[in-house]
Each structure stands twice: as C-alpha cells, then as structure tokens.
C-alpha cells in the first residue's frame, strides 16, 4: 500500500491570520498530522521553539497563558488587579510583547505560525479582554 502524495502547504512564513489559519488546520486534517503547540514564557523559547520548527519544516502554534504572559513582562510588574482598571496587567503586557516579538521574527524562521492565547477560565477573563483593548 502506497501513501498518499501530500500536497505542498501554500502558506506565507510568519503568524499567519485567521483564513490562513483554517487553510494550515484543514490541511493537517487532510494528511493527519498534527500540529505541535508550545506555550512559552520567554524570548528565549519562544526563538526555541521557532529553530526547531525551521529545522523540522513544520507549521507550529505558540501560545501563552496568564502566568506565562506575566512571566514574559517580569515579575515586577504588578498583576494583582488592586485597581479593577489594572486587573492582570502584566500578564497583558506579556501577552502582548510576546505576540510583537513572535510577529517581528517569526517570518525569518521560514516557517507558518499560529499564535495562541491558552484557554482561560471565566476568572481570567479580565486578561482576554485586555487583550482585546490593546489591539
């Protein structure tokens, strides 16, 4: 039994947007591979996670979580939400600086990236919708 040719993914290097996301989603389904997903708290892994995606040829999602995302901005930038208009700040600004940082490089990588915000619970929402107001 012979494998199935897999076609060749028509895709741009770098994040890719939302349609480009589906196209990259369907065509794994197609052949049935999967596509790994990194959650990174760092330029540092994040640029590891980009070599070895290079290195393999293959597509990867990157993706961050509250904790991760502050974690990405440093610990002293306060996250506790005293003040409501603040609440999970540094995990917005990591969120955010790791999204910039991934969409500067990610393009000289040579490879399709999808960028994840991990799933939060109802309680975290606060740092979605901050992500929202800053874009």
Same mark, same amino acid.
């Given at each position: 039994?012979?494998?199935?040719?897999?076609?060749?993914?028509?895709?741009?290097? &770098? =994040?890719?947007?939302?349609?480009?996301?589906? %196209?990259?989603? !369907?065509?794994?389904?197609?052949? /049935?591979?999967?596509?790994? @997903?990194?959650?990174?708290?760092?330029?540092?892994?994040?640029?590891?996670?980009?070599?070895?995606?290079?290195?393999?040829?293959?597509?990867?999602?990157?993706?961050?979580?509250?904790?991760?995302?502050?974690?990405?901005?440093?610990? &002293? =930038?306060?996250?506790?939400?005293?003040?409501? %208009?603040?609440? !999970?700040?540094?995990?917005?600004? /990591?969120?955010?600086?790791? @999204?910039?940082?991934?969409?500067?490089?990610?393009?000289?990588?040579?490879?399709?990236?999808?960028?994840?915000?991990?799933?939060?619970?109802?309680?975290?929402?606060?740092?979605?919708?901050?992500?929202?107001?800053?874009?």
């Amino acid at each position: 039994m012979s494998e199935a040719k897999v076609e060749p993914l028509d895709l741009p290097t &770098g =994040v890719l947007t939302g349609d480009e996301t589906r %196209k990259l989603f !369907l065509h794994a389904q197609k052949y /049935g591979y999967a596509i790994p @997903a990194f959650n990174c708290t760092s330029s540092s892994t994040i640029n590891c996670v980009l070599e070895a995606a290079r290195d393999s040829k293959s597509p990867i999602i990157i993706q961050v979580s509250t904790s991760g995302a502050w974690f990405y901005a440093g610990k &002293g =930038v306060r996250n506790d939400g005293k003040d409501k %208009k603040k609440t !999970l700040e540094g995990s917005v600004l /990591g969120a955010v600086a790791a @999204a910039m940082h991934v969409r500067t490089v990610s393009k000289f990588y040579g490879v399709p990236v999808v960028m994840h915000s991990d799933h939060c619970a109802k309680k975290l929402l606060p740092w979605f919708d901050g992500m929202l107001d800053v874009s």
